[in-house]
C-alpha cells in the first residue's frame, strides 16, 4: 500500500495513527529499561526478597481490564450510531479509569503501612523502583484520562459516526495500550520478585 495514496482525510488519518504508535512505541522503550534496570539491580545484595504485592495493585488490575471492556462497548455503539449508548459506556470507562488511579494510590498506601518508602532513610532500591514504576504509569493514565474526555466531549457534540471513527480509535487504542503495560507491570512485578 502506497501511503501517499488517497484522500486527504485518510492520509491524515495514517499521520495520526502513526504518531500514536511511534509514542506507544517510546513509552514500551522507558518501560523496558525501567524494568531491565529492575531485573539488573536484583542481584544487589540489598534487594528486596520475598515481598508481597499490595493487593490494592490486584484489584486496580480488574479495574483497568473492565475498563478497556467497557471502551470497546462505546466504540461499538458509537460505530452503530447509538451516540448516546456511547456516551454511557465512555462515562462509565472514565469512572473506572479514575478509580484505577485512587486504587494504586490505596497500594501506595500499603506499601507505606507495610514499612517500605519511595525514597528516605526507610525506602530500599526494590520498593523505589516499583513505586517509580507504578507512579510512571499514573502519569499516562491520566493522559489516556484527558484524551477520553476529549472523546468524550466530540461524542456528545456528535461529531463521530460509523464512517467517522478516527478520535474514538486513537483513544481506544492509546487506553487499551495503557491497560496492557499495567497487566504486564503487575506480571512483572509479580514473577520477578
Known sequence: ??????????????????????????????????TSAYIVS????????????????????????????????????IKA???SLGTKWLLLTLLLGIAFIFIQFSGFSQLINQGYYFTGPASNITMSYIFLIAAVHIVHVIAGLISLLVV??????NKYSDTNM?????????????????????LFFYFFR
Open 1 to 34: 500500500m502506497d501511503l501517499t495514496q488517497g484522500t486527504r482525510k485518510e492520509k491524515n488519518a495514517r499521520a495520526k495513527k502513526m504518531m500514536l504508535w511511534f509514542g506507544i512505541v517510546s513509552l514500551l522503550m522507558g518501560f523496558a529499561g525501567w
Open 81 to 83: 450510531n447509538k451516540s
Open 42 to 77: 536484583s542481584s544487589r545484595p540489598d534487594w528486596l526478597k520475598g515481598f508481597e504485592l499490595p493487593s490494592a495493585f490486584l484489584y486496580s488490575t480488574v479495574i483497568i481490564i473492565l475498563s478497556s471492556v467497557t471502551y470497546i462497548l462505546a466504540s461499538k455503539a
Open 152 to 157: 468524550l466531549y466530540n461524542n456528545i457534540k
Open 166 to 186: 478516527l478520535g474514538v480509535e486513537l483513544g481506544a487504542t492509546f487506553w487499551h495500550f495503557l491497560d496492557l503495560l499495567w497487566v504486564y507491570l503487575i
